[in-house]
């Protein structure tokens, strides 16, 4: 199946500071990209999505500001957390949507995590 | 907007018991994905429903997609300690592009 990259895996970082994470297809072209949150033991909560070239649609809920979304290429979006705080500590997945006669239709596939921990 | 329910939330059984995870959506879905996520990874992609009443099977994995395109059930056949972790359904409405999850069901195996 299609492969999708994550990093950092993990990062702690202090109050206040901005992380990046980056997410990369890397054996199909993503169109599209969402972003998801997963708090431990609880299912995965979609932030945004990202479409290559436009900007991301933010769930409800979810400040754009705070979480900037860049999707400059059908292969890397990242996510940044910008002035991170401990109640934004998580689980950050991403996926790509990989679709068209290799893939079959609208397949997304996931990114192994990236845990922020936010000191 | 949609929201997908599963149940149950957990499911302890012992090695060899059968295993069954309901899934319902409030909104008729165009297709319904599953997933297995390992205590400490990340989502795997287990299979895709598409049709009204299909049924597919992956060795001891049964999956069904309702007629009405609002419920699928994930069966598990004799479990076996591998299949630890736990599974998420997650549709796909009409004509929308994003996946929305179910809360998923916890899945653990007494050897």
């Known amino acids: 199946g299609a492969v999708v990259s994550q990093h950092p895996s993990w990062v702690i970082c202090k109050s206040g500071t901005s992380v990046k994470i980056e997410c990369r297809s890397l054996?199909?072209?993503?169109?599209?990209m969402f972003w998801y949150r997963q708090f431990p033991k609880q299912s995965l909560m979609l932030m945004a999505t990202?479409?290559?070239?436009?900007?991301?649609?933010?769930e409800q809920g979810v400040e754009k500001d705070k979480f900037l979304i860049n999707h400059a290429s059908l292969t890397l979006s990242t996510l940044t957390v910008t002035s991170a705080h401990p109640e934004d500590s998580s689980f950050y997945i991403c996926s790509g949507l990989a679709g068209g006669l290799v893939y079959g239709s609208d397949t997304q596939y996931f990114g192994p995590g990236t845990r922020l921990t936010v000191l | 907007g949609q929201q997908v329910m599963q149940i149950p939330q957990y499911q302890h059984v012992q090695e060899g018991e059968d295993f069954t995870t309901y899934c319902n959506s409030s909104?008729?879905?165009?297709?319904i994905q599953w997933y297995k996520q390992r205590p400490g990874g990340h989502p795997v992609f287990l299979i895709q429903?598409?049709?009204?009443?299909e049924v597919k099977k992956q060795k001891r994995l049964t999956f069904q997609f309702g007629e009405a395109k609002k419920n699928s059930s994930l069966h598990i056949t004799a479990t076996q300690t591998t299949d630890v972790g736990t599974y998420f359904c997650?549709?796909?409405?009409?004509?929308?592009?994003?996946?929305?999850f179910g809360q998923g069901t916890r899945l653990t195996i007494n050897p």
């Open positions: 054996d199909f072209q993503a169109t599209t």
């Open positions: 429903l598409v049709k009204s009443g």
């Open positions: 990202s479409n290559e070239g436009s900007k991301a649609t933010y």
């Open positions: 909104t008729t879905l165009s297709n």
């Open positions: 997650a549709g796909r409405s009409q004509g929308a592009q994003k996946l929305v």
